[in-house]
């Protein structure tokens, strides 16, 4: 019985020779253009982009320039790969407007062999130029000079080269983001990843096949057999390599801050990234498997079943702002775009979706939005009130259209009203910065040397120029005085002001106080009685000690004769004869008053004392100076900050008492509850 044998021819051998040596140069091909994308995805940003772009295709392409036109709305621009970024009035190059119009490949030949500038091998180049479509969208047109002639092979894997950067730049250029474009670029190289793996295992086992033959037929050809082999090895390593890349995309997608779900065309979810768990709080255990409606909130199910009809249209879905719940309930506004999943035929297979949490951006305007809403609410309510007596109520009705059409405009009004009263109120605090560190500087220094000379530490002065001196350093403690008074009554009012809650004995702080005043009291003669005890407080010191002393300076400075009087006791119960009670429960109210036998104020001007820059008619106004914000910014203290009270009583010739109420203790946040 003869054996069997099996003879290849030779034309079948050097085929599949060459067809290994072609794969070895396809597979490199698809290196760099996979190392081209791999470049490209490490950018964001149009700039960035662009010019990651230009280096690499110089560096892997090669060629003498590369252009990239594109447009932003409706200006033009070109950028080089030297870094050129120029804005064009309209595309002048003709090889660009007819790729531009025809969205075709156009491709030129130079011929440089007649010139002495080139050897033999670079005698002819090309210029190579590629619209950069997304679907029928033309998002710009590449042009690339002086193509060398031996590169030829890998233009044919260029266009899925540019076809991402064509993605890449519309997503860049659109939203700023290239998620979507990472999403659906990995399912296109999936697919071709696929593809290419199929034709490889293809041909790995037509090469197997022909080479148990030869070790069976042709012994000497053994060892070129074993070496086609180890290239195929070679070949499914690049392939697990790819694989592994594949991966890292996925791992890209996996860690971004917005939800990425792919889904089928049942709705039913087949992914949920990272960015799904913490936007709608399901983990993918436990939502991988149910349908996307669970993420709908009651009463939008029509809107559910229309994205899946437009989805099995495979028509894309862009930025749709809508509202979906969370696992807790909770009612959330997303901005979605939606994009069909096809497989390599072109069947649609599902749906990717990536989702944004917008709430607190649409937040601020949901006011105005519910205002709105209450209008045309109550203007719709009003309308069908008068459906029933429109002849008698037509010009009733006409009105009150023209009154929600005024305020409309109103609103708008208050909106840009708003805008200003917002820099407004930046350059007020920008000013009051700057005054903070301008003035009070060198205020400071004024005060201080005006004090070191007065004291004589430089030497001895006169009478004359100590009294000047001393004028020097009263005028600025002064103006001092009233910077820092403009900047916390800015504070205060802007809702900025620092609180500091500690523990601390009254007694001390009322000590404290009068120092700042003795050296006033013993110049003007008068009397100081301190009916005071020590007691425990829990409550910003420096807030307390400030109004005190404001209290204090004014006594002093409207009394030319008799005593200033402070005092001090916690109350026995919760609530004194006017009506006023701590904003804690529980807590007793600490009551200090500072009386004085000075002018005193009449009963009618006591409602203005707390005014901003107001100062009453008094015999001393002219020679005490003030600026009417003194009790202005202790009114504001005390109740804003220290969470109390203060009130005066007085009469016109006898003296005046002023007295704060405060709790015996706040909280570390403060009782007034702005800061």
């Not at 190579?128 to 590449?142: E, S």
Request: glycine share 6%.
């Amino acid at each position: 019985m003869m054996e069997e044998t099996i003879t290849i021819p030779a034309g079948k051998l050097v085929y599949l020779e060459e067809r290994a040596k072609k794969l070895a140069r396809e597979k490199s091909y698809l290196q760099l253009v996979m190392r081209l994308i791999n470049r490209i995805s490490a950018v964001s940003g149009l700039d960035d982009t662009i010019d990651c772009m230009m280096r690499n295709i110089l560096d892997v392409v090669g060629g003498g320039n590369i252009i990239l036109y594109y447009q932003i709305d409706s200006d033009i621009f070109s950028a080089d790969v030297y870094g050129n970024k120029t804005q064009l009035s309209a595309i002048e190059d003709e090889l660009v407007l007819k790729a531009q119009t025809t969205r075709e490949p156009v491709e030129i030949e130079h011929d440089f062999s007649d010139t002495r500038m080139t050897t033999p091998e670079f005698g002819k180049a090309y210029t190579w130029v590629y619209p950069l479509l997304v679907g029928q969208d033309l998002i710009g047109v590449l042009k690339l000079e002086c193509l060398h002639i031996g590169m030829r092979e890998l233009y044919q894997f260029l266009p899925s080269f540019f076809n991402y950067t064509a993605l890449t730049l519309k997503n860049e250029i659109l939203s700023g983001t290239r998620l979507k474009q990472a999403y659906d670029q990995l399912i296109e190289m999936n697919e071709a990843l696929q593809l290419e793996i199929a034709e490889r295992e293809q041909t790995e086992d037509e090469l197997g096949k022909a080479r148990d033959g030869l070790e069976l037929r042709v012994q000497e050809r053994t060892a070129d057999l074993n070496r086609a082999n180890e290239r195929l090895q070679h070949e499914l390593a690049e392939r697990r390599k790819a694989e592994e890349k594949q991966h890292l995309l996925s791992a890209i997608v996996q860690s971004s801050d917005d939800a990425i779900i792919a889904k089928d065309l049942k709705g039913e979810i087949l992914s949920w990234n990272r960015g799904a768990e913490r936007i709608y709080g399901y983990s993918a255990d436990e939502i991988i498997g149910q349908s996307i409606s669970i993420l709908i909130p009651p009463g939008q199910e029509d809107e559910f079943y229309g994205i899946l009809e437009a989805i099995n249209r495979g028509e894309h879905i862009e930025h749709y702002i809508t509202g979906r719940q969370r696992k807790d309930g909770q009612l959330i506004s997303i901005s979605l775009t939606v994009s069909p999943i096809r497989d390599m035929a072109g069947n649609i297979l599902g749906a990717s979706s990536i989702a944004r949490d917008i709430t607190e951006q649409i937040h601020s305007g949901e006011e105005i939005n519910r205002l709105n809403r209450e209008l045309e609410e109550r203007v719709e309510a009003r309308t069908n009130d008068l459906k029933e007596k429109r002849a008698e109520l037509e010009e009733s009705q006409l009105a009150l259209m023209n009154i929600v059409e005024d305020l409309n405009l109103k609103t708008e009004e208050l909106e840009k009203a708003n805008s200003k009263l917002q820099e407004l109120d930046r350059l007020k605090s920008m000013f009051i910065a700057s005054m903070s560190h301008e003035l009070r500087t060198p205020l400071n220094s004024i005060i201080g040397f005006s004090s070191i000379l007065r004291d004589e530490w430089l030497g001895p002065v006169n009478t004359e120029q100590k009294e000047n001196l001393e004028t020097i350093q009263r005028s600025g403690k002064h103006l001092l005085s009233l910077i820092n008074d403009v900047i916390d009554v800015s504070k205060i009012e802007a809702g900025r002001i620092e609180s500091r809650v500690e523990e601390f004995d009254l007694y001390d702080l009322l000590k404290e106080a009068v120092q700042y005043v003795d050296r006033d009291l013993h110049d003007k003669g008068l009397e100081l009685h301190l009916d005071i005890h020590h007691h425990q407080l829990r409550s910003d010191r420096r807030r307390l000690l400030q109004c005190v002393i404001n209290l204090l300076s004014n006594a002093v400075k409207f009394t030319e004769h008799g005593m200033v009087t402070v005092s001090a006791a916690g109350a026995e119960t919760r609530t004194d004869t006017s009506g006023w009670s701590p904003p804690v429960t529980g807590v007793r109210p600490v009551i200090i008053s500072v009386r004085d036998t000075g002018v005193g104020i009449d009963n009618q001007d006591i409602p203005r004392l707390f005014q901003p820059f107001v100062r009453l008619e008094s015999p001393l106004k002219t020679i005490a100076p003030g600026t009417g914000l003194g009790l202005y910014l202790t009114r504001k203290l005390v109740v804003e900050v220290l969470g109390g009270d203060i009130v005066c009583t007085s009469n016109l010739g006898t003296g005046s008492t002023f007295t704060l109420r405060i709790p015996e203790r706040i909280n570390e946040k403060g009782a007034g509850g702005r800061r």
